[in-house]
């Protein structure tokens, strides 16, 4: 029984947020309402990729799975191994990358085969990161979002932008606050500028 609920989704959340909680970065994981939010701000058509950053349990990538996202255009980036290692038993159509969102284009390398991005989904707690790899995953972002292309971010904050750089490249389309989620959160969707 005790194995049972270490290895459920909160059981492992848990776990984790105990053994890295800068990296998780959240008191709970995210609601089936702000993992909809993030996913509907994605256009699930398209021949590009789709890469969800900081996936913890995998509720964000069943929602964009349920939006429509092809597994095949999904790429989920995860550094913590209990994470990937239960996101693979999860979703076993969908290609889960161990890995650091800071040098993604090296992450997502050979598994792109050469596919622009068309979307990046990030749950990465930025404000609770260090400013040097909130600086790089951001950097990280414009190098691999064409103009016109989309970053999604959840935050805490519900005003203003949660870290400075995120609007270099990138202008807000919306920012809806979830107040079903907790914490409240906002979902901050931005379009690739130049």
């Known amino acids: 029984m005790a194995g049972a609920i270490r290895a459920a989704p909160a059981g492992l959340f848990l776990r984790e947020l105990l053994e890295a909680p800068a990296e ?12 909809r939010g993030m996913a509907a701000r994605i256009d699930p058509r398209g021949d590009g990729l789709v890469v969800e ?15 429509g996202v092809p597994a095949d255009r999904l790429r989920v980036v995860e550094c913590s191994p209990a994470f990937v290692r239960h996101l693979r038993r999860r979703f076993p159509g969908v ?6 969102a800071a040098r993604l284009s090296d992450v997502l390398d050979e598994s792109a085969a050469g596919r622009p991005v068309d979307a990046i989904v990030s749950s990465l707690p ?5 400013p040097a790899v909130v600086s790089a995953v951001l950097d990280q972002c414009r190098t691999l979002l064409r103009p016109g292309c989309t970053l999604v971010q959840f935050t805490y904050a519900l005003r203003g932008l949660p870290v400075a750089g995120l609007s270099e490249g990138f202008t807000v389309r919306d920012d809806p606050v979830v107040w079903a989620n907790l914490p409240p959160a ?3 969707a931005l379009e690739r500028t130049d």
Not at 24 to 35: D, F, Q, R, T, Y
Not at 57 to 66: E, F, S, Y
């Open 24 to 35: 998780v970065g959240a008191v709970w994981p995210s609601s089936e309402h702000l993992a």
């Open 53 to 67: 950053l900081g996936a913890g349990t995998g509720v964000v990538t069943r929602a964009l799975l349920d939006r």
């Open 95 to 100: 290609m889960i990358l161990r890995g650091d």
């Open 126 to 130: 930025l404000r609770s990161l260090d």
């Open 186 to 188: 906002r979902v901050i």
